[in-house]
């Protein structure tokens, strides 16, 4: 297994503002990945970062709203733009460790709550 | 594409009793499937996966699930629970394309 921390844990936010989410791992991976968790619900994949290419996104999910950066393979931001209350949720950032194994392992997740 | 259905939102088991959570699944592959733990303000732990070697895959915690590719499903299993069991489960499955599509959750509830 491997440490993967995010900053912030939680955070409450004014709308209309920007919060970026770090993820960290403690080893070098080609694949890591953004969720988001909203209240109640399972986890939806956001996009699909790889280091040195463009973060691939999912449907209904745009770069304009949800900017990644992957400067490294053990980072990775995630920028959740101009806000609302409907963004409250929790975002998680998770890690493929061996590659092609599609088994992933999560980070403890940030807790989004906009006012 | 893949999809998961758990059966199930919420489940209550006593202390000691088996916990059964019921997952099947979509694949149009021979699918990986996993199953994830979610305790109370955590992140997603993985429990146990299953990646097409021994179709009984056992896990962490006492967990054990079987792959039943006739019944398209991926039950998980513990023969007698414990409070620390209390959390929400997650099936999920992949086409083994990277990418996991996650079930509704269930949540456990353990009374002593």
């Known amino acids: 297994s491997a440490v993967i921390s995010q900053k912030p844990s939680r955070d409450i936010c004014q709308r209309g503002t920007s919060l970026t989410i770090q993820c960290q791992v403690d080893?070098?991976?080609?694949?890591m990945f953004w969720y988001r968790q909203q209240p109640g619900q399972s986890l939806t994949l956001i996009a699909t970062?790889?280091?040195?290419?463009?973060?691939?996104?999912e449907s209904g999910f745009v770069i304009d709203k949800f900017p990644i950066s992957r400067p490294n393979l053990t980072f990775s931001t995630l920028t959740v733009s101009n806000m609302s209350p409907e963004d409250s949720s929790i975002y998680l950032c998770?890690?493929?460790?061996?590659?092609?194994?599609?088994?992933?392992?999560f980070g403890p997740g940030t807790r989004l709550t906009v006012l | 594409a893949q999809s998961v259905t758990q059966l199930g939102s919420h489940v209550s088991v006593s202390e000691g009793a088996l916990v059964l959570l019921r997952c099947n699944y979509s694949s149009s592959v021979p699918p990986y499937l996993f199953w994830y733990v979610q305790y109370p303000n955590q992140g997603l732990q993985l429990l146990l996966k299953y990646t097409s070697a021994a179709t009984l895959v056992k896990g962490i915690n006492g967990f054990e699930a079987e792959f039943k590719k006739s019944e398209t499903s991926f039950h998980l299993t513990k023969p007698s629970a414990h409070m620390s069991d209390a959390a929400e489960y997650f099936c999920a499955v992949s086409d083994r394309d990277y990418k996991l599509s996650f079930g509704a959750g269930t949540t456990v509830t353990v009374r002593a």
């Open positions: 970062a790889n280091q040195g290419s463009e973060a691939t996104y």
């Open positions: 080893s070098q991976v080609t694949m």
């Open positions: 998770s890690v493929e460790l061996q590659p092609n194994t599609d088994t992933q392992y």
